[in-house]
């Protein structure tokens, strides 16, 4: 089984071009064996329904790092193993930005799995929001909060694998170049 690297983020406005948290849950061998968190300073305005929606306000990210110094951090992790998200193309989208915005390079390509994705093509007839998903399969979820989101869909993944998904016909390659 490959190197599974889930992550979520957070977005501080509907622009979603910066992230105002990120949680990244990494799968060895079929086990959770690495979980990261932290909240980042967008260095931008906050919307007031994304603040309802996840908690995190401009108070809330103050002093915590800004994006260049998180992907020091998370570089490594994102770079050995297939990356999950649920919704990976926004997952995706927002970090993309992230890294044009501060004129940082990553490789112009990423694998990646996108649980929704795999969950219409394994369950049709069902809604496959996080929530909906963590409730079929009994995960615990504190939604909208980016390490639980990452951990549920590193769970749902491993829940669809166990249920003999061959993840090779899921996984699709998302461009870093401009």
């Known amino acids: 089984m490959p190197r599974f690297v889930a992550f979520d983020v957070e977005t501080p406005n509907s622009l979603n071009n ?7 849950t990494v799968v060895e061998d079929g086990v959770i064996t690495e979980e990261f968190y932290s909240l980042v300073d967008p260095e931008t305005s906050f919307d007031a329904f994304n603040t309802r929606l996840t908690g995190i306000s401009e108070e809330t990210v103050w002093g915590a790092p800004a994006f260049p110094q998180i992907w020091e951090r998370i570089q490594p992790m994102l770079s050995e193993g297939l990356v999950v ?28 799995l996108c649980t929704v994705q795999m969950g219409r093509r394994l369950l049709p007839g069902m809604r496959h929001n996080l929530s909906v998903m963590c409730d079929y399969y009994g995960i615990p979820l504190d939604h909208h909060q980016a390490a639980s989101d990452s951990r549920a869909c590193a769970e749902i993944l491993l829940r669809y694998i166990e249920g003999g998904a061959d993840i090779r016909q899921h996984i699709r390659t998302y461009s870093f170049n401009k």
């Open 18 to 24: 910066r992230m105002s948290a990120i949680g990244i």
């Open 85 to 112: 998200a649920h919704n990976a193309v926004f997952d995706l989208g927002v970090l993309k930005k992230c890294l044009c915005d501060y004129g940082l390079r990553w490789k112009p390509y990423v694998r990646y």
